[in-house]
């Protein structure tokens, strides 16, 4: 060991004696101290626009664009230049010759010789970890496991390029091929995960070996031990070639043995790398202080039930416009969307199910106008140099549907994933059309949850008028209810959705005992007796339901909420609203709701409101034995208009006679009572549109709405918090910093852009002027 410590100073002493290794931190420290400048301008700025900051962490350090992940990326332009003389200068002074005639085992030289460069990178760590003691001192509850995650993550990166510079440096005496050479390693090496990734065999190999976004995990705070070993199994190979060829330099040997010995090293850290990359011998730990690289506890809780096998299977038509996700050249990108499903059920396969069939692309359809879908196919296939032996014909995939007992034409054959357990439950779940188009873990959770709970069974009414929810006009439903690509709908967040005619059920006394909800909104028919007898002794055997009335419609749903203790009054509520009809309204939240539900809360903290295009007024009636909560309701200025019907060429105005006065009118109203052991819960509204896909699809400049809380918070509640999802996370705690104006700036300037750069050059010339004197 003294032996190596003694290479290390010598080489820690020539190192430092160039310019090359000062001019190397002077700009390393320079870029830091721009990067970290500038972010704390950013923060400062956000202040002064009085935002509050969030998850200051990670934007001043970890984040996309902190001082880490931005000196992370310069990295591999910095390192080759201190590598590329490790063993090129032996080689093109001589000096080698004395190394070779010295009692120093090859072993030493190259232990020695690494030694120094990690001895530098601790040097270069030191400098990140000013920022990391200025940033521990202006933020309050700084997260410090997660930043030195981060910190360990660069130590890491750096140590694997300066293994392989070293290598490069042993197989040239031209330090400019050496750098050269260590810059083109690293590119192959980051590419390599693109490689071969369609070809089975190779697809895992290139994969692992691949450099890119290995050191990503420890930047956002995540120890995986995969990823650990993997930066120690390239330190080890690269250092072992090293030593190899040294030894091939001292010793006489053939070509053959030289070949399988490096053959024997390389398939040896294959092997490790295998053994460490399977997922059951994977380790984690989660930094953050909010465990923000973690699946949330009700994930967990759903994961822990899953008992015995899972399966993922994605059934993949190649004529819808989502095939390329499920391409063999894809499928470790695949299966990184459920890492974090895969770290707490590491046995779970995936299996691809490839084939072709009629769906709604209409892009395509017209693209290859007159083609058949086999002809459309084959062109594809031609088009993306696929095998087209490798996608089943309709006939075929039929017969795998069929035998997994499943409908992929309900799908739309659309790209999907099917979750199987070993006891032959099963749940879809889907892409949807919008920017993220990727399921995320409130979709994935609910999918699987529906395989360890009883889905929440929600039947629409209908037979009366009432809203549709198959069709995609304005006034219907299908976009909460049954919209398969839609991610928010009921049938995408774990509920199960049918619907119901009571006409049509005239022979069955009551309401299917497995329905848990049901919607009845704006009826236009008026019920018969039996249906809504129906409907009351659903209620009174404790059913959770919502009914939404709409103007005119009063006395046809009166009977219904009578024993609830609510009435629809006649009259449409209108309230002024500067460049709106006033009949469209635009509620807040109560203070009950803001209090209960932290959805609700969201909404009144960002000042977002409930637009009601036509609503009528609600009166409330404790005596029913409901306790009744107002969740949405207008300010004191709105009244319940009588009289006025025209809204676009009319004005109404407050009419006392008829018994008109300006009061906030309560249009959202929560109804709970004790059955049995259960709580019954009941949501009533006083408009039916603010559910329907007008309001949940449209966008006002000037206002902020969102209809579809009401909708996710309305049916949480209804199915007893089991569905939606929630995926909640905790708010960052390290959202306060303690400096503010532009004082603070300019002395994180004098700090990091001049006392540490120049500190740094103060170094350099002090060396320079004793190894002058000397």
């Known amino acids: 060991m003294k032996t190596i410590w003694k290479i290390a100073k010598a080489e820690l002493n020539t190192l430092f004696c160039s310019p090359i290794a000062w001019l190397i931190l002077i700009i390393f420290a320079f870029q830091a101290g721009l990067t970290f400048s500038d972010l704390i301008s950013d923060q400062l700025r956000y202040l002064a626009l009085n935002y509050r900051p969030y998850n200051l962490t990670s934007a001043l350090l970890l984040g996309y664009s902190g001082v880490y992940s931005s000196m992370q990326d310069n990295l591999y332009l910095y390192i080759p230049l201190l590598t590329m003389g490790l063993m090129s200068k032996e080689y093109s002074s001589g000096s080698i010759k004395l190394l070779y005639s010295s009692p120093i085992t090859n072993i030493q030289i190259i232990l020695g010789k690494y030694i120094s460069m990690l001895v530098y990178a601790l040097i270069l760590v030191a400098i990140l970890f000013a920022y990391f003691i200025y940033s521990a001192c202006i933020v309050e509850n700084f997260d410090f496991p997660f930043a030195l995650t981060g910190i360990l993550g660069i130590f890491l990166l750096v140590c694997a390029y300066a293994a392989i510079g070293l290598f490069m440096s042993t197989l040239t005496a031209y330090q400019v091929v050496a750098a050269v050479g260590t810059l083109t390693v690293l590119a192959i090496l980051n590419f390599m995960g693109n490689i071969g990734q369609d070809i089975d065999f190779v697809r895992d190999l290139t994969y692992w070996l691949s450099l890119a976004g290995r050191s990503d ?18 330190v080890v190979l690269f250092l072992s070639l090293s030593v190899l060829k040294l030894k091939f330099e001292r010793t006489t040997a053939n070509s053959l043995s030289k070949m399988v010995q490096y053959i024997g090293v390389l398939c040896v850290t294959l092997l ?8 059951k011998l994977m380790c984690y730990y989660d930094a953050t202080a909010t465990k923000a690289n ?35 050249k894809n499928r470790n990108w695949e299966m990184r969307k459920f890492e974090d499903y895969i770290r707490f059920k590491p046995e779970m396969k995936m299996e691809y199910v490839y084939y072709y069939d009629h769906t709604d692309n209409p892009r395509l359809y017209a693209q290859f106008s007159g083609l058949s879908d086999k002809e459309i196919a084959q062109r594809l296939c031609d088009t993306y140099d696929l095998d087209f032996n490798m996608f089943l014909s309709p006939e075929d995939i039929k017969k795998v549907t069929d035998s997994k007992g499943i409908n992929l034409e309900e799908e739309g054959n659309r790209f999907v994933y099917l979750f199987e357990r070993e006891n032959g439950q099963k749940a879809f779940l889907r892409i949807y059309d919008d920017n993220q188009r990727d399921p995320r873990e409130s979709e994935i959770t609910a999918a699987l949850k529906t395989m360890v709970v009883k889905s929440p069974q929600v039947a629409f009414i209908t037979g009366h008028g ?50 848990d909800i049901i919607v009845i909104a704006d009826v236009r028919e008026a019920y018969t007796p039996d249906e809504i ?25 009166n009977p219904l909420v009578e024993n609830l203790g609510i009435t629809f009054m006649p009259g449409i509520v ?12 635009f509620v807040n939240p109560t203070e009950t709701a803001i209090t209960e539900n932290k959805g609700y809360y969201t909404m009144g903290r960002y000042g977002s409101k409930l637009s009601m295009p036509g609503a009528v007024e609600l ?19 709105a009244w319940n208009e009588q009289q006025t019907t025209d809204f676009v060429d009319d004005k109404p105005e407050i009419n006392p006679e008829t018994g008109e006065k300006a009061d906030s009118i309560p249009l959202v109203v929560r109804l709970i009572r004790q059955v049995g052991d259960k709580e019954q819960r009941i949501y009533v509204c006083g408009d039916a549109d603010c559910m329907a896909n007008s309001e949940l699809t449209t966008n006002r400049n000037d206002l902020s709405t969102s209809n579809f809380t009401l909708i996710t918070e309305a049916f949480r509640e209804l199915s007893y918090n089991q569905f939606p999802v929630n995926d909640d996370r905790p708010h960052p705690y390290d959202d306060k910093l303690s400096i503010s104006g532009q004082g603070a700036l300019v002395l994180v300037r004098i700090l990091f852009m001049g006392i540490i750069p120049v500190g740094l050059l103060a170094g350099y010339i002090i060396t320079w002027w004793h190894r002058r004197k000397k």
Do not use: W
């Open 294 to 328: 973690t699946l949330t506890p009700p994930s967990q809780e759903v994961m822990t039930k899953l008992d015995g096998g899972l399966t993922l299977t994605m059934f993949v038509n190649l004529l819808d416009d989502n095939f390329n996700k499920g391409m063999p």
């Open 217 to 234: 995990k420890f930047l956002h705070g995540m120890i995986c031990s995969e990823d650990a070993f993997y930066f120690i199994i390239v």
């Open 466 to 515: 009432e809203r549709d929810i198959y069709k995609g006009g304005e006034r219907d439903y299908s976009a909460f209810a049954k919209n398969l690509t839609f991610r928010y709908s009921l049938i995408n967040q774990g509920f199960g959705v049918s619907v119901l005619d009571l006409k049509a059920d005239s022979m069955t006394t009551d309401i299917a005992d497995n329905i």
């Open 574 to 585: 209108v309230e002024e609203t500067e460049g709106y009809a006033p009949n469209q309204l």
């Open 533 to 557: 007898a129906k409907i009351q002794r659903f209620i009174a055997r404790g059913g959770n339901m919502i009914i939404a009335c709409e103007p005119r419609r009063q006395p046809l749903m």
């Open 619 to 637: 009166v409330l009636n404790d005596s029913c034995g409901f306790k009744s909560s107002v969740l949405f309701a207008t300010t004191a200025k």
């Open 272 to 279: 490790v790398g295998y053994v460490t990359s399977q997922p």
